[in-house]
């Protein structure tokens, strides 16, 4: 019985190193060619961001880096322990990582214990005695029940995809932070500009009443017309109308800020305007388009096609024998005390091999992996393409921010000329209100383009950032 015991062991322990070695189907892996130029696009619109060709590399800037707000910091810290989305991202993952456990351990014999009690009922005609018998018998075994051995690597393939989903399930975990990270910052300046956007239209709101308390009472004084009059009413309901509005946009960004960070927002960590918040740090996208294979997503696309691509290997082992073993061993007696006396002993060694002669499913499933490849690598080369137009036109914008920001200010401080010019002159009676009431509106509008600019332009660094891959 020793004998055998250390004989059973041997066997299995072997068969099981053959089994985890064994060899796998899949073809071998080769990454496509990036479908995108290798260089970031040139021309006037990217002549800016050559200079900042000596920043800091993204991978070199972690988001606390990054983002050198300490209000908006501790919001996105916030966001990041909170946020239902990378919550349920995370399990994800956590739901991957067991799944890949359970393919892994396909490849290792289950090993049970059995303890069974069989009574049968012998009839007369059937019983060597001549009377009907009724037979006990008590057994125990220790051994693995139909386990397939992995010669042709069909086990092996599928914890190979396994493991490449997991994988992708991380990478799309890190593309999920990024993107919360970026939601984030890009809501907390959005909620400073509005309320800079607060301020122009109270400040506007505040000259308009002064200008129309003026103009009434030259009109009660019979200097100025009921037209004027009403004209100035009408900026004055104007500008109310504007500051209602941003006061709700205001509400709205700090009610999505809260959604995004999972809980009520402290008034503390609200930015008083654009002017208050601290600008991110300005990156560089490097020289060449291959950092954006390491971006998240892209990752998570390329191990969806290995996963793709091990699958096949699963297809083509199909087409050879499944080799599976069943045994045994234990000990067996009519009675239940006797059953671990000397001499009980039992074994069992069913060994099977399944040989498909044919069957169409098995073409049409291999088929199916090989088209399934195709998608996959068509969707990696997609999310390359996006990721360069992303980056591309966050390149675009960068380079042509500037001149439109100092242009937009070159044009705020001659329409406030002009403004205080025709001012003057309605003052002294030389031209009508309506030319003070065209400077006003121009004035007003200018300085509304100064602040949606100057919003893109530190929105545009956050969406380069992520652009690039940046976030962790």
Known sequence: MGIFKNAFGTSVAFLAVIAISGCTMAPKYTRPASP???????????????????????????????????????????????????????????????????????????????????????????????????????????GILSWEIDFFGRIRSLKDQALEQYLATEDAR???????????????????????????????????????????????????????????QSQVDAAKVDVARYMQLTAQDENALSLLIGSSLPSEFLPADLNSVNPPK?????????????????????????????????????????????????????????????????????????MPIFDARTWSAYDVTKVEK?????????????????????????????????AQQSLVEAVAETYRLSNARYTKGIDSYLGVLDAQRSLYGAQQGLIVLRLARLVNQVTLYMALGGGE
């Open 36 to 142: 995108v130029s290798v260089q970031w696009p040139a021309g006037a619109a990217y002549s800016e961001t050559k200079t900042a060709a000596s920043a800091p590399a993204i991978q070199d800037i972690p988001w606390r880096k990054f983002f050198t707000d300490e209000r908006l910091q501790k919001i996105i810290e916030t966001a990041l322990n909170n946020n239902r989305d990378l919550r349920v991202a995370a399990l994800n993952v956590e739901r991957a990582r067991a799944l890949y456990g359970i393919a892994r351990a396909e490849l290792l014999p289950t090993v049970s214990a059995i303890g069974s009690v069989n009574n049968s009922l012998v009839p007369a005609d059937l019983s060597t005695t001549g009377s009907a018998i009724t037979a006990t018998q008590y057994s125990v075994n220790l």
């Open 174 to 232: 890190r593309s999920a932070k990024i993107s919360l990270v970026s939601s984030v910052a890009q809501a907390y300046l959005s909620l400073a500009a509005d309320r800079d956007n607060i301020k122009l239209a109270t400040s506007t709101l505040e000259t308009q009443k002064t200008y129309y308390y003026l103009i009434r009472k030259r009109y009660e004084a019979g200097i100025a017309s009921e037209l004027d009059l009403r004209q100035a």
């Open 282 to 354: 300005d990156i560089s996208p490097g020289l060449s388009s291959e950092l954006l294979l390491r971006r998240p997503d892209i990752l998570a696309a390329e191990h969806q096609l290995k996963a793709a691509n091990a699958n096949i290997g699963a297809a083509r082992a199909a087409f050879f024998p499944n080799i599976s073993l069943t045994t045994t061993v234990g000990t067996t007696s009519a009675e239940l005390s006797g059953l671990f006396k000397a001499g009980q002993g039992t074994w069992s060694f069913a060994p099977q091999i399944i």
């Open 374 to 406: 195709e998608v996959s690598v068509a969707q990696y080369e997609k999310a390359i393409q996006t990721a360069f137009r992303e980056v591309s036109d966050a390149l675009a914008v960068k380079g042509t921010l500037n001149q439109q920001i100092a």
